[in-house]
């Protein structure tokens, strides 16, 4: 935070030599009558029931239906009351009118100009009526930023950290200057106490014990920020405002200023609060009203092109889509010289002595240069290797004249983040279990999983919140809770000539296990696991996992099975629109309950997307507990619709 | 008992994959030659990603500032009023490089457009940054103010 500049005393002496000399006596007098008329007529308006008033002061309905700020930092409000109350809070503030406050830190039309813009546009009010006012602070922000037009920005999912799968949005502010690098972004964030620990941070940042605050900086800064991250590739999306309506976001962003809200990381998060600043600039596009429970970036951005605010992405791919890219179009060769040179065999002159075109040499140089950058982002190489091997491979390539398209051309534009299936799913259907029929209701409010179509999403990553499943055995009469996780994530990171990441997945919450046969009880379960995956060109992406679990319920002997093993699958992308999972798991009970903690199972589970808004899913399973001499066969399939 | 075995549950789950420390926007600042303004990385693989990631958590203080990072390095010693461009340099450095090398590139043009070289006259201006890399950059820990006063004489050549 940059604190506001402390001015000398003598800086004000000049500012109150003026009040003085211009204070004609009767000024109070008067001003206090037409105080008295703009109240009445801001009153005859009903300008604190206007929607505009709501989107300034980020008023939502409470529980009782009464109006409240999500904003909570107190300095936000002119009056005491003003989180709760819209109507002391419009009063205050055209009583700000009329402070004749010098210090512009203070002077409340400085510190919130969108409220006082549109009050001078719905009051009409005689400026020369007003006690002068100037903000220099505020005008040289305002013309150092000089916002023209505005873009949402999206910076999609991490492959590996399935966590952050759910993106960011952030906005950016264009002046005059062609290229966007020299654009501002606006972004909203948690600022968070490093000497928090995993629980504490999750804990903090669910219930809102963590204050977000609206920032401005130079647009480069968040480009370098997201490509150094694994697959966070950039969707800018140019926002239909005029320049008038980017003049009141950004003035609105100025009174946001230092300002905290509450952060609360499922709804009141980055992408819910850039909404507010978008209905600044279109007040009738109702957008925050769209969530109340959760907010996920990409939907916020599916409600802004709904309401006809953004349209065409210019797409700016991240480095390891860019490291892959280049890589691809290389031999076996060329890569293994760029490898060569990266791992110190080779030094970068010997790729311009090489026996092979000139613009193969300027690739395998290219190659070497984005991937010695990912390492040392990664942190796997000091700064020194990073600057003598960066720079070596920097000079050869520019020894080679070829620079168009014909060394590396544009990175291919994957699916647009909005043309993937909504996040939450709801499912009917059926099956069999050995001889017995069943019927299944299963609803998850988001995200994505394996099976769904991974348009728009990461492939081969999962994430699962509070997906649960419901089953009815008609013979049995019998209704049963079949399964309830709490959280369930799986991501599936391709190993390659340059990336070595490792796979992992973990998933807990309820489940039914069979504890003898046509016994199902359901237990409490946590199941991590890590391993490897590859990606092969006829089978798809192969896998293999260390498996772990543990089972909790007061079913079993010890009331716990723990157990460990392996599993081994294969997801393949079949069409467009046909995914196939075949997994293999095996498991051996090693404390609490041995026998029933072994179990293997065989399962082959299809997805058919069916448009953007349905899906078919097909699975069949075999499961064996081996200690116990009984399985079973199951079959099942569903209807899956997204919204 | 079962509510008991939940909470139970998680806290054994936050705290066997999410004991790693998230790492913000960390900005490491160390000098002023090339690798010197680069981004660090979230960590990675924690199940506490799950959180750090939409929090897009920042530790300590935000940058409401359109600040000039630049004063902890030595100024151009030439008169360059542009302080677009200083900043552009200083915080670029290693696109920069990467983009004088090959000749093309988003930097480059942003470069271009700082000094106003007029569109007709902008691929012979990259392919003469080009020609020149090991004058622009003779060593890695190269000052950005160098940086500047060789692009700038440069395009003054035309």
């Known amino acids: ?643 | 008992m079962k509510k008991a075995l939940l909470v139970l549950g998680l806290l054994v789950l936050s705290a066997t994959v999410a004991s790693a420390q998230v790492v913000g926007q960390t900005k490491r600042n160390v000098g002023c030659g090339l690798g010197t303004m680069i981004f660090g990385e979230h960590a990675e693989t924690t199940l506490f990603q799950v959180f750090a990631a939409t929090t897009n958590g920042t530790f300590g203080n935000q940058t409401f500032g359109i600040t000039f990072g630049t004063l902890e390095c030595e100024r151009p010693a030439r008169f360059v009023t542009n302080e677009r461009l200083q900043e552009f340099v200083h915080a670029n450095l290693d696109d920069l490089a990467q983009d004088i090398a090959s000749g093309r590139g988003e930097t480059v043009e942003t470069l271009a457009e700082l000094l106003s070289v007029s569109p007709e006259k902008r691929v012979s201006f990259y392919r003469n940054l080009q020609t020149h890399f090991a004058e622009i950059f003779p060593s890695a820990d190269v000052e950005y103010a160098h940086v500047v006063d060789t692009i700038v004489r440069l395009s003054a050549q035309g």
């Open chain 1, 1 to 643: 935070m940059r604190r506001p500049a402390v001015y000398p005393l003598s800086f004000f002496v000049p500012f109150l030599v003026f009040v003085f000399l211009h204070l004609p006596a009767a000024r109070g007098a008067e001003a206090g009558g037409y105080r008295e008329a703009l109240q009445e007529s801001a009153r005859r308006l009903g300008l604190a029931d206007d929607r505009y008033w709501d989107i300034l002061l980020h008023y939502k309905p409470g529980l009782l239906g009464r109006r409240k700020s999500l904003v909570d930092d107190p300095r936000f409000f002119l009056s005491p009351k003003g989180k709760s109350d819209p109507h002391a809070e419009l009063a205050a503030t055209i009583d700000g009118l009329f402070d004749d406050e010098r210090d512009e830190r203070l002077a409340p039309r400085c510190r919130f100009p969108a409220r006082f813009a549109w009050l001078e546009d719905r009051l009409s009010f005689d400026a020369s009526r007003l006690p002068p006012v100037s903000c220099p602070d505020l005008e040289s922000k305002l013309s150092q930023i000089d916002a023209r037009s505005a873009f949402l920005i999206f910076a999609s999912g991490h492959m590996n950290a399935p966590a952050s799968m759910f993106g960011h949005t952030l906005l950016r502010f264009d002046s005059t200057y062609e290229s966007p690098l020299l654009a501002y972004a606006v972004n909203y964030a948690a600022t968070v106490d490093p000497r928090d620990g995993g629980f504490a941070y999750a804990f903090k940042g669910i219930f809102g014990f963590y204050p977000g605050y609206y920032s401005i900086l130079p647009y480069f800064d968040k480009v370098k920020e997201y490509r150094n991250m694994d697959q966070r590739d950039m969707w800018e999306y140019r926002l239909h405002f005029t320049e008038a309506e980017v003049r009141r976001i950004i003035l609105h962003v100025m009174e946001l200023q230092d300002i905290y809200s509450d952060y609360y990381f499922f709804k009141e998060n980055c992408s819910y609060n850039l909404l507010f600043l978008l209905e600044a600039g279109s007040p009738e596009a109702s957008l925050t009203d769209r969530f109340s429970v959760w907010t996920i970036p990409a939907d916020t951005l599916k409600a802004a092109i709904d309401a006809g605010l953004a349209a065409e992405p210019v797409y700016r791919p991240s480095r390891a889509r860019r490291i892959r890219h280049i890589a691809a179009l290389l031999d076996e060769r060329g890569t293994a010289l760029a490898r060569a040179v990266l791992d110190g065999n080779a030094v970068p002159e010997d790729v311009l002595s090489a026996e092979i075109p000139g613009v193969e040499q300027a690739r395998v140089l290219e190659l070497a240069s984005e991937v010695v950058q990912h390492r040392y982002a990664k942190r796997r190489l000091s700064q020194e290797a990073f600057q003598r091997q960066f720079l070596g491979i920097l000079s050869a390539r520019s020894r080679i004249a070829g620079a168009g398209e014909e060394v590396v051309p544009p990175v291919p534009v994957p699916a647009r983040p909005e043309t993937g299936h909504d996040s939450s799913r709801a499912a009917a259907g059926g099956g069999i279990r050995d001889d017995r029929w069943f019927l299944e209701l299963a609803f998850r409010p988001a995200y994505h999983d394996l099976l769904d179509a991974d348009d728009g999403y990461t492939p081969g990553s999962q994430i699962d919140f509070l997906s649960g499943a419901l089953r009815y055995y008609p013979e049995a009469e019998r209704l049963r809770l079949q399964r309830l996780d709490l959280v369930r994530i799986f991501s599936l990171a391709e190993r390659d000539a340059f990336f070595r990441p490792i796979s992992w997945k973990v998933s807990t919450g309820f489940e039914t296990k069979t504890f003898a046969s046509g016994d199902d009880r359901l237990a409490y379960v946590l199941s991590p696991g890590g391993g490897f995956a590859w990606k092969r060109p006829l089978p798809g992406l192969v896998f293999v996992m260390v498996e772990t679990a543990l089972g909790v319920s007061g079913a079993y002997d010890a009331d716990y099975a723990a157990a460990v093993g392996a599993s081994a699958g294969i997801l393949k992308q079949v069409t467009r629109s046909w995914k196939a999972l075949l997994t293999a798991r095996g498991v051996a009970g090693v404390a609490g309950d041995k026998d029933r903690g072994t179990e293997l199972r065989v399962s082959l589970e299809q997805g058919f997307r069916i448009g953007r808004r349905s899906a078919i899913f097909l699975e069949a399973a075999r499961t064996e507990y081996p200690n116990r001499d009984f399985g079973f066969t199951e079959a099942k399939v569903s209807w899956n619709i997204y919204f």
